[in-house]
């Protein structure tokens, strides 16, 4: 309760609001660290529990799949923190798009932590959520409840620049790199994006997550007709922009990646089903790991594509993904990625060279022809 009430302080609340749901990013031992473990176990001893509905961002490792791989000291610290967060009353979620799981009503009020998340929810599902840090999301999910602050607020929710897209996007690599290049220059103001055109729900995704890791943005308007009293401060994004930004998100002339990973952030059923319809009954290279990273009550709505995936030698992987597991002690120096977000964080997160790619290009260099 004094974080949060002191929270409202800082960003001018007068009150507490009740919450539908909270999602806890920093589950990872890799990001999360040593430091706050002591903080989390005390929390536990002392009983507390989660009032609400608590979701939780992916951990380090599939127990199934990466486990083995990994020093046995960083998985028990790692089965540690899952164990803490369990006594908590946290669900095992293990994923970044909690929202594939149980949609938040639309004009709820969440305490989100996950950035890619909070945009999603914010911009394309209606909800209403700031971009809590890890202990104000732990907080409110034991209260129940979040300061009335920030974009909360109605008047805090409107664009403050327009957007007028000059380029054309032709797939989830352009989205990903208007995120990023966008990111760079609003920092945390909201966007009202015009132009944007026969979009999936999958590509605002990758747009709203590379948007997120670049700037501090937490909403993006898109849709027509919302409503503009004030001038706005105006951008256009020129088809340069876009290229140049891809070209910077590849860091390596390397053609031969150590691992292709998709899924970032975690699949839907929907590009579960696309990779495996696009895999077919090809086999990936023995030289190159590809990795499909999504949730497990999304891998278990799968089954079907799942096999087929599995037999071409990719692995799905649930409950982690590539950034926030220790690649570099997998032996993995060079990714090849078809999310701008990956690409962004590769190269500090995973001391990794990186390659961005749309799917197709992935599929072509994991798989054998
Ligand atoms: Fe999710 Fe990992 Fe990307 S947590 S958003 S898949 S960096």
């Known amino acids: 309760m004094k974080i949060l009430v002191k929270l409202g302080e800082i960003f001018g609340a007068s009150r507490l609001i009740p919450i539908e749901s909270v999602h806890v990013s920093g589950v990872s031992y890799k990001t999360l660290g040593e430091a706050p473990i002591d903080f989390l176990e005390a929390l536990a001893d002392a009983d507390e529990k989660v009032s609400v509905e608590a979701t939780l961002n992916p951990q380090s490792f599939d127990p199934e799949i990466l486990a083995e791989r990994l020093p046995k000291n ?17 669900q095992k979620s293990f994923t970044c798009t909690p929202y594939y799981i149980k949609r938040p009503s639309k004009g709820a009020h969440l305490a989100w932590a996950e950035s890619s998340a909070v945009i999603y929810a914010n911009s394309v599902l209606g909800a209403w959520t700031n971009r809590e ?70 590509d605002l995704k990758q747009m709203g997550a590379a948007l997120a890791s670049a700037g501090m943005v937490n909403m993006f308007h898109y849709r027509e007709g919302v409503e503009v009293k004030e001038e706005l401060e105006k951008i256009t994004v020129e088809p340069k922009d876009i290229k140049k930004t891809v070209a910077e998100l590849t860091t390596t002339s390397t053609p ?29 290279r023995s030289d190159i ?7 497990r009550p999304i891998k278990e709505k799968a089954r079907a594509y799942v096999s087929k995936i599995e037999a071409s030698g990719a692995k799905l992987l649930t409950d982690t993904c590539a950034v926030v597991t220790w690649t570099d002690k997998l032996g993995i120096k060079t990714i090849m990625t078809n999310s701008a977000k990956t690409a962004y964080y590769a190269p500090t997160l995973n001391k990794a060279e990186t390659i961005l790619a749309p799917l197709k290009e992935c599929l072509k260099t994991a798989l054998k022809e």
Request: glycine residues 10%.
């Open 256 to 284: 031969k990646p150590d691992l292709v990973f998709v899924g970032c952030p975690h699949c839907s059923l929907r590009e579960i089903k696309k990779i495996a319809n696009a895999i077919g009954n090809r086999k990936v």
């Open 133 to 202: 840090g890890g202990p104000s999301a732990l907080a409110a999910a034991i209260i129940g409840k979040t300061p009335d602050c920030g974009i909360h607020k109605a008047e805090n929710r409107k664009p403050k620049v327009a957007v007028e897209i000059g380029a054309s996007l032709e797939n989830e690599v352009d989205y990903g790199a208007l995120g990023i290049f966008l990111g760079k220059i609003l920092e945390d103001k909201i966007p009202l994006i015009k132009g944007l055109k026969n979009l999936s729900l999958e």
């Open 74 to 90: 960083l998985v028990e610290m790692q089965l540690k923190i899952c164990e803490i967060f369990d006594r908590l009353g946290f």
């Open 289 to 295: 790991e590809f990795w499909i990273c999504t949730s």
